[in-house]
């Protein structure tokens, strides 16, 4: 397999403009404070974070964003809402002015743009976050995973070969700090009841078919990262022969196979899997507290080895809405799994869960303008209702 096709894949999943042949930097990210996502119980919930400025909402986490390595790059956003914030490149060795941290870089205030500047020297596995009021910005969801990957498909110079990534980005949430941000002080009282892998939680993480997605046989690098309160403690299935090869972003002298990895804050690893024949097998994730040592909740993610090609369904499935524009109802063929459709302020405007076969919405009572429909594999639709 052509390893730059692996990338090209990765880069179509993760972000949508760049479904083109060529590997290039993330486009432009903006900051923003009127999210709102879409909870496993069907509720909207708000929350602060990262998105594209071509797509015009946010998501949580925000952009998995994937450089190659050996580059120089700019990551580059707009604050897009009334307080400043930043990005901290968590794990990345940056200098100190491009390091996010406000009281020893600078806070891009709003409507302010900036660019952070850092060399993609270690492939590995890292995190981003807002760096101002850190505990407030980041439980409201300023985060997201970064990969520096190799194009020569090994994990690192000299490391192992294998197929595909699968980032898998841990978090959590409280919901009332969500609700009532100004409320959340103290900070310590902050007791996270929402437990998400990829934004994902509960029933609609565990049949989701496209958080972790392989064709059997194929050596899988998981990308795991936490940026949850709690410890998380990953337990695999044996068929996946599960081994730790890297942590925070290099190598480790020797793989460790293992039956179970803990993370802690901020941590990251990465652990190669074999993609069993059968589909479905799952790992469970258990979120402690690090406050009472309780186990808050487990979360399952099944792993898909349905796909047929090495680029199918990394490669974003075109999605068509019709008739376009439209003033009656929106169709659209959409897969099975979780949507919404975000109005050109970024807000939610309809959002709900497509069982298969031919979705669609009325639309007749909607303001006239320009609509973004967003599946859950990422895929999305741009339509306009008059
Ligand atoms: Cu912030």
Do not use: K
Request: aromatic residues 10%; hydrophobic residues 40%.
């Amino acid at each position: 397999m052509i390893p730059f096709a692996r990338i090209a894949a990765l880069a179509s999943a993760l972000f949508p403009l760049l479904a083109s042949a060529q590997f290039s930097p993330p486009p432009l990210l903006f900051s923003g404070m009127d999210g709102e996502h879409l909870l496993d119980d069907g509720t909207l919930l708000p929350f602060w974070g990262y998105g594209y400025v071509a797509d015009g909402f946010m998501t949580l986490p925000g952009p998995f964003l994937a450089y190659e390595a050996g580059g120089n790059y700019l990551l580059s956003f707009v604050n897009d809402s009334p307080e400043g914030h930043t990005i901290h490149l968590h794990g990345l060795d940056v200098n100190q002015s491009n390091d996010g941290v406000p009281s020893t870089s600078f806070t891009v205030m709003p409507n302010a743009e900036a660019s952070y500047a850092f060399a993609a020297n270690h492939p590995g596995t890292y995190l981003y976050h807002c760096h101002v009021t850190t505990t407030l910005h980041l439980t409201m969801g300023m985060y997201g995973m970064l990969l520096v990957t190799r194009s020569d498909g090994t994990l690192w110079e000299g490391g192992p070969a294998y197929d595909r990534d699968v980032p898998l980005l841990f978090s959590d949430l409280d919901r009332s700090v969500n609700e009532a941000p100004t409320a959340a002080y103290p900070f310590h009282t902050i007791r996270p009841d929402y437990f998400m892998v990829n934004g994902l939680s509960g029933a609609s993480l565990s049949d989701s078919e496209s958080v972790a997605a392989a064709v059997a046989g194929e050596r899988v690098a998981l990308r795991l990262g936490s940026m949850a309160y709690a410890q998380v403690t990953c337990r695999f299935p044996s068929e996946w022969h599960a081994e730790v090869v890297m942590s925070d972003g290099r190598p480790l002298p020797v793989a460790l196979s293992v039956e179970e990895l803990v993370l802690y804050p901020g941590e990251r690893y990465s652990v190669l899997i074999d993609a069993p024949e059968e589909t479905g097998t799952t790992m469970e994730v258990d979120y402690i507290s690090m406050v009472s040592g309780a186990l808050e909740s487990t979360q399952t993610v099944a792993l898909n080895t349905t796909l047929t090609s090495v680029n199918a369904p990394m490669a974003r499935p075109q999605l068509m809405a019709f008739p376009n524009p439209a003033t009656e109802r929106i169709h659209a063929a959409l897969p099975a799994g979780r949507w919404s459709v975000f109005n050109a302020l970024g807000a939610v405007q309809a959002s709900g869960v497509a069982v298969e076969g031919t979705w669609n919405i009325p639309v007749n009572d909607w303001p006239p303008g320009l609509y973004t429909l967003r599946h859950e594999s990422g895929a999305t639709a741009r339509f306009v209702v008059r």
